[in-house]
């Protein structure tokens, strides 16, 4: 059975860091693109991070950029998101996924996989 789990969210003022990890199991997903997304309360499914198969190329959306940072251990079969300098706007419940396709996309339905989500809440 294929699971992903993530771990590390919690609470943290603002400026501080947290730092997330999807830990797959039932399968190697040294193939597939691993992503982060993020949904808060009354709102969509976004797309925060994403990682190629190699782990060479990384995109971001444009709100977290220059303070996300998305890598992957594929030995581990697990995945990171580092987030530093948090904003109280990042509150949301993040959840790692992976797709079989070639590339990364910001399309939360081209992921198969997905964790459970864990809550990453930002104080003021």
């Known amino acids: 059975q294929v699971q992903l789990v993530e771990s590390g969210g919690g609470l943290v003022q603002a400026g501080g860091s947290l730092r997330l990890s999807c830990a797959a199991s039932g399968r190697t997903f040294s193939r597939d693109v691993m992503g982060w997304f993020r949904q808060a309360p009354g709102k969509e499914r976004e797309f925060v991070a994403g990682?190629?198969?190699?782990?060479?190329?990384?995109y971001y959306a444009d709100s977290v950029k220059g303070r996300f940072t998305i890598s992957r251990d594929n030995a581990k079969n697990t995945w990171y998101l580092q987030m530093n300098t948090l904003k109280p706007e990042d509150t949301a419940v993040y959840s790692c996924?992976?797709?079989?396709?070639?590339?990364?996309?910001?399309?939360?339905?081209?992921?198969?996989?997905w964790g459970q989500g864990t809550q990453v809440t930002v104080s003021s």
């Open positions: 990682i190629s198969r190699s782990g060479t190329n990384t």
């Open positions: 996924a992976a797709s079989t396709l070639s590339l990364v996309t910001a399309t939360p339905r081209t992921y198969e996989y």
